[in-house]
């Protein structure tokens, strides 16, 4: 039986910071932040959608079992960007630093051909979307209000995701254990690390 599971990922200290105690994320719910944060934000966020799309693609091919899901994933990741954009956002605004080493660090898993990588891949995508829909579903920043309501339809697909990736880490060996909980721990730095920058500007 696999030890590493989604409950215990959620419980890591990394988990609170990225979803809850972050000043980024603090700032978004009791409306505190400037709009023009959520815009940089927004800015940084939509330039990973090629490599999102990438992401989602290449483990939807890994995990059949999960194709259908992200496939609606992919769908509805598109369209809010496109759908709910703030007026003010600039087009191919150039990446901060964070943005570019993030992206880096999801294509070196894209390009990776270890045995482990589809369990690898499953579970970041996973944390991708379950961030979206722990943090971003409920903001008080008026020019967040409509890009976050349209990612409130994503939670049951996210859900869902979640039970499949829960199925593969139980048959997971602890080889596998450790790459995703090594993929998982930079993820956590990397969106920490993105946050912090934001909130810098």
Not at 23 to 48: H, N, T, Y
Not at 52 to 73: H, M, V, Y
Not at 186 to 194: L, Q, Y
Request: glycine residues 4%.
């Amino acid at each position: 039986m696999g030890g590493l599971t989604t409950q215990k990922i959620r419980a890591k200290p990394a988990w609170r910071r990225v979803t809850v105690s972050h000043p980024f994320v603090k700032a978004l719910r009791d409306g505190s932040m400037r709009d023009a944060v959520f815009v940089r934000w927004f800015e940084q966020d939509s330039s990973f959608g090629p490599t999102i799309k990438r992401l989602l693609a290449k483990t939807a091919t890994l995990n059949p079992d999960s194709r259908a899901t992200l496939e609606r994933l992919s769908a509805a990741d598109g369209s809010v960007y496109v759908d709910h954009a703030p007026a003010d956002h600039t087009s191919g605004a150039p990446a901060i630093e964070a943005t570019k080493e993030y992206r880096e660090f999801v294509k070196g898993l894209l390009d990776a051909e270890h045995g482990g990588i589809k369990s690898v891949l499953l579970v970041v995508t996973w944390l991708v979307f379950e961030i979206y829909v722990e943090v971003w579903t409920t903001s008080l920043v008026p020019a967040a209000k409509p890009f976050c309501a349209s990612l409130r339809p994503l939670a049951p697909d996210v859900d869902a995701l979640r039970e499949q990736v829960d199925a593969a880490l139980l048959r997971a060996d602890k080889g596998v254990e450790r790459c995703v909980t090594r993929a998982v721990e930079m993820c956590m730095e990397f969106e920490v690390r993105f946050l912090d920058l934001l909130m810098e500007a």
